[in-house]
């Protein structure tokens, strides 16, 4: 949580910092200068130091929150990173180039739940047969005009 109040106040002292152009585009701003900015970003990260001791109650519901958004991202990265390696896997089975057959092969890893293992090779020979097209155009009825 620190580190979040931290980039904040640092991203605003450089916004502050930052020059604006022209003087046309608003009204005439105080002149800040660097060891003033400076000045006041000490003070505010020493205050901030100090909260800790001053707000007991706030620093630990702030470090629960971090913790639970620390557990939500690790999860989020976990579910990406999954994704993209089943799409990476499914296209390189895909390919015309590999020559190697998946079928009835056994993969071993975390990735495969039993669950997942369970489900291969499920069809039945009537689900292998295919579905129908409707009868064939005869061929004397073409040529006969």
Known sequence: ??????????????????????????????????SNAISAASATVSDLRGFCSRQPDACTVGL?????????????AKMLYDALSEAVRGHEAGSVGSGTSQRGAVKTG?????????????????DLIPAWRGPLPRKDARHSV
């Open 1 to 34: 949580m620190f580190f979040l109040l931290r980039m904040a106040f640092w991203l605003g002292v450089v916004l502050v910092l930052l020059p604006t152009g022209t003087a046309s585009r608003g009204p005439a701003v105080s002149d800040v200068g660097a």
């Open 64 to 76: 629960q929150v971090a913790t639970a958004l620390g557990y939500k991202a690790q999860a989020g």
């Open 110 to 126: 975390p990735e495969n739940s039993p669950s997942e293992r369970a489900s291969q090779d499920t069809l039945t020979a009537t």
